[in-house]
């Protein structure tokens, strides 16, 4: 089956500098790629996702690259605000097959005022 | 806005006791999953559904079993609760294919 495996476990940068997560993957078959915020105490929520068909997605702050050849993608933040503190998951799936997400590990990010 | 409710935020147990966890969607999704969170481990899926009286093993599915007699509900079984059970319990739901989960806002279950 997939496995995902997710790179720092931990991670603290300034307010203002970016941080980067990296995810690799082991199922070339993965299509679909999202990655989750999770809050303390709250659920995980979607903050963006990406198809194999595209190697780069951006949305604001938050940009998402995927890399098919070496299977891995990386999650990027720029401009750090203490609000994304958090820990951070991404995932990988099959879109079209049996759709089940194969989760990494998750990376505390701390942003440091 | 998707809706996911999970019956109990916190939940205590004894070894032995059959435990029912609920997850209820508002939206007639088909799809619906229950995972379980543990610190250093990430998200593992136990079972998941794709219709009413479906049901497919995920990647732990051993102490655990499912039911889903109807569409909006998906109800996680303990059936001898054990204490390495003791975890957070998230229910997910998939909108449609090729779209992505919402998780609710999840059980944290101990086992005593």
């Known amino acids: 089956g997939e496995n995902v495996e997710q790179h720092p476990s931990t991670l603290s940068v300034q307010e203002g500098d970016s941080a980067v997560i990296k995810c690799t993957y082991s199922?070339?078959?993965?299509?679909?790629f999202p990655w989750y915020k999770q809050e303390l105490g709250k659920r995980p929520q979607l903050i963006i996702d990406?198809?194999?068909?595209?190697g780069e997605k951006k949305d604001q702050r938050i940009a998402v690259t995927l890399n098919k050849t070496a299977k891995h993608f990386s999650l990027h933040i720029t401009e750090t605000q203490p609000e994304d503190s958090a820990v951070y998951f991404c995932?990988?799936?099959?879109?079209?097959?049996?759709?089940?997400?194969?989760f990494g590990t998750g990376t505390r990010l701390t942003i440091i005022p | 806005d998707v809706k996911v409710t999970q019956s109990s935020r916190y939940l205590v147990k004894r070894t032995g006791e059959k435990v029912f966890l609920e997850c209820v969607q508002d939206?007639?999704?088909?799809?619906m999953f229950w995972y379980r969170q543990d610190p250093g481990l990430g998200l593992r899926l136990i079972y998941f559904?794709?219709?009413?009286?479906?049901?497919e093993k995920g990647d732990i599915p051993e102490g655990y079993s499912v039911s889903r007699e109807k569409k909006e509900r998906f109800s996680l079984i303990l059936e001898s609760a054990s204490t390495n059970q003791t975890s957070m319990y998230l229910c997910?739901?998939?909108?449609?294919?090729?779209?992505?989960?919402?998780f609710g806002d999840g059980t944290r279950l101990s086992i005593l």
């Open positions: 997910a739901i998939r909108q449609g294919p090729n779209q992505p989960q919402h």
């Open positions: 199922d070339s078959a993965s299509n679909y």
């Open positions: 990406i198809r194999s068909n595209v």
């Open positions: 995932a990988a799936s099959i879109m079209g097959g049996n759709e089940k997400l194969t």
């Open positions: 939206m007639d999704h088909e799809n």
């Open positions: 559904s794709y219709d009413v009286k479906m049901k």
